[in-house]
């Protein structure tokens, strides 16, 4: 599985990496993009309009598969179980990001191990460094978009900063 974080500047970034894949892209794709609730399902109409991949809200209880690209559920974050299974817990109040990419490739790197990768855009603060590292520690792949294509450099900065990022 590939697990995608952005934040701000992320919807652009998106759109230009999920609109190039093909229609036979291997493998699932979960993502984790710091929206608000209100714009969430017409982004997600949105990118599936562009794309050539379904995208769509994960369902609970469903496996992440080909040829599809997975969001969660307005105001919820989106977990792997460990039986492989979409997960969603409603927003917490204490939250500081829902939903959160941490959770989202924290899940991903404890079920998947050295068979995902994970994916971290352009975004305000450190979300996703802590997901990044565990995947980095379980053997999985990592990339983060660089500085110079950023909006913000904030949350692949401190991924590169703790997580031994292998591509930038």
Known sequence: VLAVGASTGGPNVLETIFSDLPANYPIPIVCA??????????????????CHLNVCAALDGGYPSPGNIYFPKKKHQLEIDQRGRFRHIPEKKEDLNCPSVNTLLLSVAKYY????????????GSDGAKGMAEIVKNGGMTIAQSEATCTVYGMPKE??????IQHI
């Open 33 to 50: 993009q710091h929206i608000g609730n209100e714009f969430l399902d017409n982004f997600v109409n949105w990118l599936n309009a562009l």
């Open 159 to 164: 991924a590169v900063a703790l997580a031994k």
């Open 113 to 124: 191990g050295s068979s995902c990768g994970g994916v971290l855009l352009t975004g305000i």
